[in-house]
């Protein structure tokens, strides 16, 4: 797998009905650009009560949030570079995209980009606006 680039996407559920082959472009888009040439990205895409619990367990807050990035950049057996995985709530997200006044596919897109960026180390929390000015250009390019 050198040297290609693959975002895997599971739902836990029953998956929104023709979404999982763009959320894979928009994914493997903003890797792309941000200079990344190999590896997978895992997306789980699940209800409030799962992100609860793992916002509960790796960040010791009890309560959903909206995305969360977990990077890896492991070599596995296979030879394959595992980027790391993100988990995004799907109830959050339709709230937040009702809010805002856009689609859902639009804000999980959004929440995909955002969890893509954290994977490869990009941190709004400890950076001047760097990861935030990205996000901004990768919004205006990939929707």
Same mark, same amino acid.
């Given at each position: 797998? +050198? ?23 928009? /994914?493997?888009? +903003? ?7 190999? /590896? ?6 699940? *209800? *409030? ?16 949030? *909206? &995305?969360?990035?977990?990077? +890896?950049? *492991?070599?596995?057996?296979? /030879?394959? &570079?595992?980027? /790391? ?11 937040? +995209? ?46």
């Amino acid at each position: 797998m +050198a040297g290609k680039l693959k975002v895997s996407v599971r739902w836990q559920g029953r998956a929104l009905p023709g979404l999982s082959k763009r959320l894979r472009e928009v /994914g493997v888009a +903003a890797l792309q650009r941000v200079g990344v040439v190999e /590896g997978e990205l895992s997306v789980l895409f699940c *209800d *409030d009560r799962t992100m609860e619990l793992l916002n509960r367990r790796f960040r010791h807050k009890a309560k959903p949030t *909206d &995305v969360l990035s977990f990077p +890896a950049h *492991d070599r596995l057996p296979s /030879g394959t &570079v595992h980027l /790391g995985d993100v988990a995004i709530s799907v109830e959050t997200a339709a709230r937040q +995209a009702e809010t805002a006044g856009h689609s859902l596919e639009r804000e999980l897109c959004l929440l995909l980009i955002h969890g893509a960026l954290h994977v490869c180390g990009f941190d709004h929390e400890q950076d001047r606006g760097e990861m935030e000015a990205l996000e901004k250009q990768l919004r205006e390019e990939l929707l």
